[in-house]
T-cell receptor
Framework: DAGITQSPRHKVTETGTPVTLRCHQT?????MYWYRQDPGHGLRLIHY???????DKGEVSDGYSVSRSKTEDFLLTLESATSSQTSVYFC??????????????FGEGSRLTVL | AQRVTQPEKLLSVFKGAPVELKCNYS??????LFWYVQYSRQRLQLLLR??SRESIKGFTADLNKGETSFHLKKPFAQEEDSAMYYC???????????FGKGTRLSVIA
């Protein structure tokens, strides 16, 4: 699993509340990604990071922000959650030097329900 | 723009029958193509990548640049192949993967 964990694994919240999802890795890989998974849409990139304090937007970044103050943690924040952000969120890291270069390893996912 | 199309949302086959999961892409350069799989209650994992040209769990996929396709094939489906399959591409290195919408494969005993 390349030492990647997500927290919380499940969360139910109300519209308008802030939510932060955490992705933690233990192997100091540079590239980290946040995707959301929705039926009929597959996986869509929200934001990604290519180093500490270096982030960029993905396809569906509106309503989300990210921060990476240290290599091991990549935080995804919903400033004011909406029902359309109900989804399963996956963090991934890109691993080089082991197995297939540039292979993505995924976390177990964080299921978020916004009521 | 990069785009991955998986035309089938659901594919049901009988055990022992051949399987083909379709994937077409649009990209102007030379992309890297991947297949990822998500078994029930498990995390997404890489199944195979066109560069390696290897067979994993009996699955193969050939990149056809003329038809811009990367179909996933297996000659004899097994029940344990039932899962969600995603085709993905990227232009190079560590650029983010672009995923298709996925195809759910159901292998019927």
């Amino acid at each position: 699993d390349a030492g990647i964990t997500q927290s919380p694994r499940h969360k139910v919240t109300e519209t308008g509340t802030p939510v932060t999802l955490r992705c933690h890795q233990t192997e100091n890989h540079r590239y980290m990604y946040w995707y959301r998974q929705d039926p009929g849409h597959g996986l869509r990139l929200i934001h990604y990071s290519y180093g500490v304090k270096d982030t960029d937007k993905g396809e569906v970044s509106d309503g989300y922000s990210v921060s990476r103050s240290k290599t091991e943690d990549f935080l995804l924040t919903l400033e004011s959650a909406t029902s359309s952000q109900t989804s399963v969120y996956f963090c991934a890291i890109s691993v080089t030097g082991r197995g297939i270069a540039g292979e993505l390893f995924f976390g177990e996912g964080s299921r978020l329900t916004v009521l | 723009a990069q785009r991955v199309t998986q035309p089938e949302k659901l594919l049901s086959v009988f055990k022992g029958a051949p399987v083909e999961l379709k994937c077409n892409y649009s990209y102007s350069g030379s992309p890297e193509l991947f297949w990822y799989v998500q078994y029930s209650r498990q995390r997404l994992q890489l199944l195979l990548r066109h560069i390696s040209r290897e067979s994993i769990k009996g699955f193969t996929a050939d990149l056809n640049k003329g038809e811009t396709s990367f179909h996933l094939k297996k000659p004899f489906a097994q029940e344990e192949d039932s899962a969600m399959y995603y085709c993905a591409l990227r232009n190079s290195g560590n650029t983010p993967l672009v995923f298709g919408k996925g195809t759910r494969l159901s292998v019927i005993a």
